[in-house]
């Protein structure tokens, strides 16, 4: 069955910088919007970015001015390029990509890590 991989994550000092990638295991329909969402334990997922076939982004308010969302065109590869993060980026981020209404694929999750 196929899943993405997230790949990209780790610890991070604050102030600095991420990059995650986001990769089908195989192949999988165009997506219509793709994105990333984040979880720390204990609190409900949270929308980090999300990126439309059209190229239309849309982002959460905690990371708004700080990450970015790309697609690599011609491919599902989505990215989530972050910048001056902070403590409170620390979380779970999980990648999922939708091909068709109700039909949707999820990754396993990439932890990172922001330390003071």
């Known amino acids: 069955q196929v899943h993405l991989v997230e790949s990209g994550g780790g610890l991070v000092q604050a102030g600095g910088s991420l990059r995650l990638s986001c990769a089908a295991s195989g192949t999988i329909p165009s997506i219509l919007t793709g994105g990333w969402y984040r979880q720390v334990p204990g609190n409900e997922r949270e929308l980090v970015a999300a990126i439309t076939a059209g190229g239309h982004t849309n982002y959460g308010d905690a990371v708004k001015g700080r990450f970015t969302i790309s697609r690599q065109k011609g491919t599902n590869t989505i990215y989530l390029n972050g910048n001056a993060l902070r403590p409170e980026d620390t979380a779970v981020y999980y990648c999922?990509?939708?091909?068709?209404?109700?039909?949707?694929?999820w990754g396993q999750g990439t932890q990172v890590t922001v330390s003071s």
């Open positions: 999922y990509q939708r091909t068709a209404p109700g039909r949707e694929y």
